[in-house]
């Protein structure tokens, strides 16, 4: 059977940059895969428009994996039945806790929200399954960072752009470094009305077989001063190993 060539080449392009949270531009793709420039610059520009790639644009520009081949990836999940075995557990805490939890895997420096599970009389929240928030100011993403790989966190930290979204969102680098220290100590983390004025979230980290963080759940809630967040902290800490057990996660050894 004849391979068509510029398929070939576009799935080498899509495997490199996945592997390369940095991003990837022109040049690496063109002298790792030995490809024509003008063909790579083509076949980039239209993953680019579809979603497939991220484009950062500086000096040179730079490809990083895109939204629309992680929901691809997502749906080749589900096939597997992973988020069938989480499902249940998930939906039984959120009615369990009368709160919203979410689960949500890394994306470059994102969250993506994969799963969203509301109890009886839910709270309205803004985020929706698929959509992405930044991982400095979410409960999910504070998680994800703090159990990540020292080198991954360090690419995912060093593409953050710190922004304003409440006076309590976190400033800056020294203080998002400070903040997963703590949260590592504590094992879950915070959105302490860091997105939006009247929502408090907590979250914990997932793991899976090999003990990698492969993303996090949390709960959240609209904020009350008489509310026990350090209990929730610790309730979602179970529910997220019993999560990652279900997965095949045994415990570092």
Do not use: W
Request: charged share 25%; proline share 4%; hydrophobic share 35%.
């Amino acid at each position: 059977m004849k391979l068509n060539r510029t398929t070939q080449r576009t799935v080498d392009i899509l495997k490199l940059i996945s592997r390369s949270p940095e991003g990837a531009t022109l040049d690496d793709l063109c002298e790792k895969l030995d490809l024509p420039k003008t063909s790579a610059y083509d076949i980039v520009t239209t993953l680019a428009e579809m979603g497939m790639v991220n484009v950062k644009r500086g000096q040179k520009q730079n490809y990083t994996i895109g939204l629309m081949s992680y929901r691809i990836g997502v749906n080749y999940t589900n096939n597997l039945n992973f988020i069938g075995t989480i499902e249940p557990i998930l939906k039984a805490f959120a009615k369990e806790v009368g709160k919203t939890v979410f689960f949500g895997v890394p994306s470059d420096h994102h969250v993506v929200y994969i799963c969203k599970f509301e109890p009886e009389n839910p709270i309205i929240t803004t985020a929706t399954v698929g959509s992405k928030n930044p991982m400095y100011c979410t409960s999910l993403g504070k998680v994800i960072l703090a159990y990540s790989e020292d080198e991954k966190r360090e690419q995912m930290i060093s593409r953050i752009k710190f922004t304003q979204f409440t006076e309590r969102t976190i400033k800056d680098r020294d203080q998002l470094l400070k903040e997963l220290e703590e949260v590592r100590e504590r094992g879950y983390a915070f959105d302490a009305r860091e997105m939006e004025e009247h929502m408090q979230c907590v979250g914990a980290p997932v793991f899976d077989r090999d003990g990698n963080v492969l993303g996090a759940i949390s709960m959240s809630t609209l904020y009350k001063p008489v509310e026990d967040y350090e209990a929730l902290g610790k309730l979602i800490s179970q529910k997220a190993m019993e999560v990652s057990r279900l997965l095949g996660y045994l415990g570092k050894i």
